[in-house]
């Protein structure tokens, strides 16, 4: 399979604790795109990065967020404290062109 | 005011109907234009990019007003197929990020 993956596909946490979240793009893709989607609404845009520089942040990204994209390739984004109102489907998607192509995302419940 | 404004639905078509989807954005400097499918609980998927002079694919057609800025996304001879929300997307400023609207609910009943 050579689209966008996702790890992990669900995650469960309680309150306070942190959690990262992993996304390997296209392989041939140097954009690379985090969004965050809650029920009832499209994806909001977090963070952007081109090959390992992150471009553009949202305002949505807190302090307890933080993402990274080492060497241009996989990203991370972790999420520290977490709350309730973390409780979202936080999708990654990659692109060359204008096209972007998401993945399956990670569904994070905050308990 | 939402930079990408979509009427949230849901739209209850029988199969074989034609219906049309409406969007408006607010921002007069953006860049490019798409529809996005999205099926429950999957990852939005692009259905078709947006252009000035109108495009086609297959029973789908989509259209861009820049003058009102507005978009819209026709679909004719609906199938059970297309059952899915529909997303009108607006990137702003080039290869950035994606402006999603909300999201329209397709539901085709046999």
């Known amino acids: 399979d050579t689209g966008v993956s996702q790890n992990p596909r669900h995650k469960i946490t309680k309150r306070g604790q942190n959690v990262t979240f992993r996304c390997d793009p296209i392989s041939e893709h140097n954009r690379l795109y985090w969004y965050r989607q809650t029920l009832g609404q499209g994806p909001e845009f977090l963070t952007y990065f081109q090959n390992e520089a992150q471009l553009e942040k949202s305002r949505l990204l807190s302090d307890r967020f933080s993402a990274e994209r080492p060497k241009g390739s996989f990203s991370t984004l972790e999420i520290q404290r977490t709350e309730q109102g973390d409780s979202a489907m936080y999708l990654c998607?990659?692109?060359?062109?204008?096209?972007?192509?998401f993945g399956p995302g990670t569904r994070l419940t905050v308990l | 005011r939402k930079e990408v404004e979509q009427d949230p639905g849901p739209f209850n078509v029988p199969e074989g109907a034609t219906v049309a989807f409406n969007c408006t954005y607010s921002n007069s400097a953006s860049q490019s234009f798409f529809w996005y499918r999205q099926d429950c609980r999957k990852e939005p998927k692009l259905l078709m990019s947006?252009?000035?002079s109108g495009n086609e694919d297959g029973r789908f057609t989509a259209q861009l007003n820049r003058a009102s800025q507005y978009i819209s996304l026709l679909i004719r001879d609906s199938k059970l197929s297309d059952s899915a929300t529909y997303l009108c997307?607006?990137?702003?400023?080039?290869?950035?990020?994606?402006?999603f609207g909300t999201g329209t609910r397709l539901l085709v009943s046999p």
């Open positions: 997307v607006v990137n702003p400023t080039g290869f950035q990020k994606l402006v």
């Open positions: 947006v252009y000035s």
């Open positions: 998607a990659s692109s060359f062109d204008n096209e972007q192509f």
